[in-house]
C-alpha cells in the first residue's frame, strides 16, 4: 500500500493550483475534510477514486509518484494500468472494512458473500495487471540481460531498478527468477557479495525442494552460486555446492554446458584446495565442453593450476590462452611467488598493458607495486600498502591474505619484528578464515624465513611436505 505522507504531499501539490473548495466540489467532499486530508490524516481509498474521476489524477502517479499527475498527459495504455491499480486499492480496501468479527453474528453469510466478491474482484484485477505489466517486465528483463552481457554496469543499474518496480505488478514466475538470477550478477559486478548470496539462495532453493535440476538456468544458478562462495574464500563451502549440484544431475542433464561448467569449477576449487590431481583431471575431462566466454575464462584456471603443478613455467604462461584479466592476475600471483624484480615488473607490465579490467579494487596489482618498493628497500611499503587499501577496502574486511602481503613486504626489508607480529596476526585470522594453497604458501614460507619456532615452523614444515607429495611442484625446495 502507499505510504500516507507520500499520498498527503501529492494531494497538497494537487491544492496548490486550485482551490480546497474546487477539490471538494468535484469530489464530493467537504472542506475541512480536503483539508485535513493535506495536513496528514489518513487519506481513504474513496477520496483517491474521487480525485481520479472528479479532477483526471492520474492514479499511477497519486498511489506510487511515478509518472504524471494527470490522465490527460499520459498513454492510453498507461492510463488503462493506472486505473487497474486504482481498482486494485479499492477492491483490497474493500476487504480490509470487512468486520470479519461479524462472521459469528446472524448476518454472517452476507459478509461471506461479500468477503468473498471483493476477494474475486482483486483476483481478476491482478490479472488485468499482470496482463499489461508482463511485457513491459519482459522487455526489461531482456534488456538488463543484454547490458550485464556487455557489462555495461550503468545502464544495468538503471534498468535493474525500473524492472524491480514493474514485477510488483507482474506475477510470471520464470521472468521472476531471470530477474532475481540477474540482479546476483548485478551484485557481483558490484563486488556485493553478500547480496549477490541471498539471491542465489534464492534460486537454487527450487531445485532443492525439486530433488533434480529442471532446466539448464538452475543448474546455471549453482555454478554462479559457487563461484561468488569461491570468490569468497569459502572454498570447503563452495565445493559442497558442486557436489550438491552434481548429485542433482540426471542422465539428459549431465549433458547441459552448466553441468561442464560445474565439474570444471569443481576441479578448479579442488585445485585450490590441495587436492591438484584430482582438480587437474576433472578441469581436463570437462574444460573442452565448456563454450564461449566461460570457456576462455576455463582455460585460464586450467593455466593456473598447470602453474602450480610445475606442468608450466611462468615465461610459458604468457602465450596461453586469451589475454584478459584472469590470464594478468594469475601471471601476478607467481611472479609475486618468486619474489624477484624482473618476473614482477613484467608481469605488471602486461596486466597495465595487454588487459581490459573491470572496475573495481584489484589486490594483486596493487601488492605487486608495493612489493616492488620493498625489493628496492622501501622500508615503508607496508604501512604505506595498507593505507593505500584502507583507501578503498573498509578496516572490517582486512583478513589474513593482507596481513600476508604486509608480513612479506616487511620480511623484504629487513622489519622482521613487525612481520613477526603480523604473522601472529594472520594465524589467529586463518583459525575462523579458509585459505587456499598459495595464500597458506606464503603465510608458511614467511613463518620458514623468519626463522620462527615451534608450532607455527612445526605446520609449515607439515605443509609444504603434504603439499610436494600432493604434485604442487611450484612451492618446492621451501624447506631446503
Known amino acids: ?18 482551490s480546497l473548495s474546487d477539490i471538494a466540489r468535484r469530489t464530493g467532499t467537504s472542506v475541512a475534510n480536503v483539508s485535513r486530508y493535506i495536513s496528514g490524516t489518513r487519506i481513504p481509498g474513496e477520496f483517491c477514486a474521487a480525485l481520479v474521476r472528479g479532477l483526471g489524477v492520474n492514479p499511477s502517479w497519486l498511489l506510487t509518484g511515478e509518472g504524471s499527475p494527470f490522465l490527460s498527459d499520459v498513454t492510453e495504455g498507461t492510463a488503462q494500468m493506472a486505473g487497474d ?51 513491459i517486465f519482459k522487455q526489461l528483463v531482456d534488456d538488463l540481460g543484454a547490458a ?65 535440476m529442471i532446466d539448464p538456468s538452475v543448474c546455471e ?44 569449477m569443481r576441479g578448479s576449487i579442488l585445485a585450490d584446495s590441495g587436492r591438484l590431481y584430482e582438480g587437474l583431471q576433472a578441469m581436463q575431462v570437462n574444460g573442452p ?46 611472479a609475486l611467488w618468486t619474489e624477484q624484480r624482473e618476473p614482477i615488473e613484467k608481469a605488471l607490465a602486461f596486466f597495465d598493458r595487454e588487459v581490459e579490467v573491470l572496475p573495481g579494487v584489484l589486490g594483486l596489482p596493487l601488492q605487486a607495486r608495493f612489493v616492488l618498493q620493498a625489493l628496492q628497500g622501501n622500508r615503508k611499503a607496508g604501512a604505506e600498502y595498507l593505507d593505500c587499501l584502507l583507501e578503498s577496502v573498509p578496516q572490517r574486511q582486512i583478513g589474513a591474505h593482507m596481513y600476508v602481503n604486509q608480513a612479506t613486504m616487511y620480511r623484504l626489508v629487513g622489519a622482521k619484528a613487525k612481520a613477526r607480529k603480523l604473522v601472529a596476526r594472520t594465524d589467529d585470522a586463518l583459525k575462523t578464515e579458509q585459505a587456499e594453497v598459495m595464500q597458506l604458501a606464503r603465510h608458511y614460507r614467511n613463518v620458514l624465513r623468519l626463522n620462527i619456532e615451534g608450532e607455527p615452523a612445526g605446520r609449515a614444515t607439515r605443509f609444504f611436505n603434504d603439499m610436494e607429495q600432493a604434485g604442487y611442484r611450484c612451492l618446492a625446495g621451501e624447506l631446503n
Open 1 to 18: 500500500m502507499p505510504n500516507r505522507n507520500d499520498l498527503n504531499s501529492r494531494l497538497a501539490t494537487l491544492a496548490e493550483d486550485r
Open 148 to 212: 550485464l552481457g556487455k557489462l555495461d554496469i550503468e545502464r544495468a543499474h538503471d534498468l535493474r531498478k525500473a524492472a524491480s518496480q514493474v514485477e510488483r505488478l507482474c506475477d510470471e514466475p520464470e521472468l521472476s527468477r531471470r530477474f532475481t538470477a540477474q540482479q546476483a550478477h548485478c551484485e557481483v559486478l558490484d563486488m556485493n557479495n553478500d547480496a549477490a548470496m541471498e539471491y542465489q539462495r534464492t534460486l537454487v532453493r527450487e531445485a532443492i525442494c525439486e530433488g533434480r
Open 289 to 334: 565442453f565448456v563454450e564461449g566466454r566461460r570457456g576462455r575464462a576455463g582455460r585460464l584456471m586450467q593455466m593456473r593450476a598447470m602453474l602450480l603443478g610445475g606442468l608450466l613455467e611462468l615465461d610459458e604462461a604468457y602465450a596461453y590462452g586469451v589475454n584478459a584479466e584472469p590470464k594478468g592476475l594469475h601471471l601476478l600471483e607467481f
Open 85 to 135: 491499480v486504482l481498482e486494485l486499492v479499492e477492491a483490497m480496501n474493500a476487504v480490509t472494512h470487512m468486520r470479519l468479527g461479524a462472521l459469528t453474528g446472524k448476518h454472517h453469510l452476507k459478509v461471506l458473500r461479500e468477503l468473498n466478491d471483493a476477494l474475486l474482484r482483486y483476483e481478476e484485477l491482478r490479472a488485468r495487471l499482470n496482463a499489461h505489466s508482463a511485457p
Open 221 to 264: 544458478n549453482f555454478v554462479r552460486m559457487a563461484l561468488i562462495i569461491k570468490d569468497a574464500g569459502r572454498y570447503a563451502e563452495a565445493l559442497r555446492i558442486c557436489d550438491s549440484a552434481i548429485a542433482l544431475l540426471d542422465e539428459e542433464s549431465n549433458q547441459w554446458q552448466p553441468a561442464y561448467a560445474l565439474k570444471f
